[in-house]
C-alpha cells in the first residue's frame, strides 16, 4: 500500500515540475549555506580552542588556595556564634609545600605531564631603558613537553639552556626592542636591587606582542637564586592526553592537595561562553533561511491539495483512508527534502572546499594562513536533519487539510 502512495506522491511531484525545482532550489540553498557558514564557524572556533588548548597548560596549581584557611576557633566552635575580626595570617614564604608529592600524584595519571615552576619578576635596565620582564624558572628537559617554546624557537635552542645555568632564552620582540642577540648579556634587576647578567642563549616569537615582549626562560634552580627561595616553587603546570578532562583533573587535585587548581577552561570562561553565544546565533541565522525555504514547500503541497481536492475524494470513495491521503502529501514533502537535502550536501561541500583553499594573513603575521574548515560528519548531520525537519513540518498542514477532504462534498458539487 505504501509503494502505491509513494507512487501518488511522485506524479503529484513531477506533474509540477517548475514549482517543485523551485522549492528543492530552495532547499539546496539553505544547506549549502548553512553547511559552509557552520563548518566555517566550527572550524574557526575548533582552531582557536586548539590553539588555546596547545599555548597555554591545561591546568595551573598556584601557591593560593581558593577558599581561606579555617581558623581554630571556628573548627572548635563549628556550631557557634563565632565572630573573628583582625586575623593577620603570619609571614611565611610563598610556595607550594610538598610539590614532589603533588607531581608524583599527577604523572600517576596516565597520559599526564607536570613540571614545577617558579614564576618571579625582574627588570631589564639597558641605555637608560627600564623593562618589566615575567621570569619562568623550569627545569628544560621538561619544557619540550609541557610548553611549546621549542616549537616557537627562531634562534638557539632549549638545550642551552640545560647547558649554561647562566642562561635565560626571550622572546624576539624583547630581543629587538633591547637591540641583543643571542650570546648576548643582558643585565637584569631582581627585587633586591642587585643587577644580575645572564647570557641570552635563545629567542622565540608565539606571535603575541605583549607576550614575546615580556616573557623569559630561566633554569628553575637560577630562579630559586635570583629569588632567595631555594627548593621552592609557586606553581604547577599540567598537560593532559586529553585536554577536556581537565576540569574533572584539577577539582581531584586541588581537593587532594588543597592548592588552587585552575583548568583551562575555567580561565577562558568568559571566551567559551562568547563562542557559545555566537554558535546559536549562527545557527539561529541560517536555520531560519532553511524555515524560509521550507515555505516554498509549503506552498507546492498546499496548492497540490487545493487542485488535487476531487482527486482525493476519488481516492476516499474507493478505500482510502484520511492517513493515506496524508501520508501521500507526506511523501511529496520527503521527497522534495531528500532532493533538496542531497544537492545541497554536495553544493555545500563544495562551499566548504572552496572556502578551505581560500588564504588570508592575520594582522601581525607575515604568513599565509587557510581558513579554518571544520569537516566532521557532526556538521553535515545537523544540515540534513535540519532541512528534512523542516521540509516534513512543512508539508504537515497541507497533508492534514488534504486528510480532512470530505468526498461526498466535492463530488455532490462536481
Known sequence: MNRVLFLIATKHVLARQRQSIVSTLGIVLGVAFFLAVAGLMQGSQSDFIRRLIDTSPHITISDEFRLPRAQPVETVYASGAVDLRSAKPANEPRGIRGYERILETLRAIPGTRASPVLNGQGLVRIAGTDVAVSLSGMIPSQMRDITVVADDMVAGSIDALAADANGIIIGDALAKRLAIGVGGMLPLAIGD????????????????????????????????????RPARVNSIIVKLADPYQARVVASRVEKSGGYKSVSWQEATEDLMASLAIRNVIVYAVVGAVLVVAALGIYNVIST?????????????????????????????????????????????????????????????????????????????????????????????????????????EILRGS
Open 304 to 408: 497540490t491539495v487545493m487542485e488535487k481536492r476531487r482527486d482525493i475524494a476519488i481516492l476516499k470513495s474507493i478505500g482510502f483512508h484520511a492517513r493515506d491521503i496524508q501520508l501521500i502529501f507526506l511523501f511529496e514533502g520527503l521527497l522534495l527534502g531528500i532532493a533538496g537535502s542531497v544537492l545541497g550536501l554536495m553544493l555545500g561541500a563544495a562551499l566548504m572546499w572552496s572556502l578551505g583553499k581560500v588564504t588570508m594573513k592575520y594582522p601581525g603575521t607575515s604568513e599565509d594562513y587557510p581558513l579554518p574548515v571544520d569537516w566532521s560528519i557532526f556538521v553535515f548531520l545537523i544540515g540534513l536533519a535540519f532541512a528534512m525537519g523542516a521540509s516534513l513540518s512543512a508539508a504537515f498542514l497541507p497533508a492534514r487539510k488534504g486528510a480532512r477532504v470530505n468526498p461526498a
Open 193 to 228: 636591587g642587585q643587577t644580575h647578567f645572564l647570557q641570552v642563549v635563545g629567542l622565540f616569537h608565539t606571535g603575541r606582542m605583549n607576550y614575546d615582549e615580556s616573557q623569559a626562560f630561566l633554569n628553575l634552580k637560577r630562579v630559586q637564586s635570583l629569588l632567595g
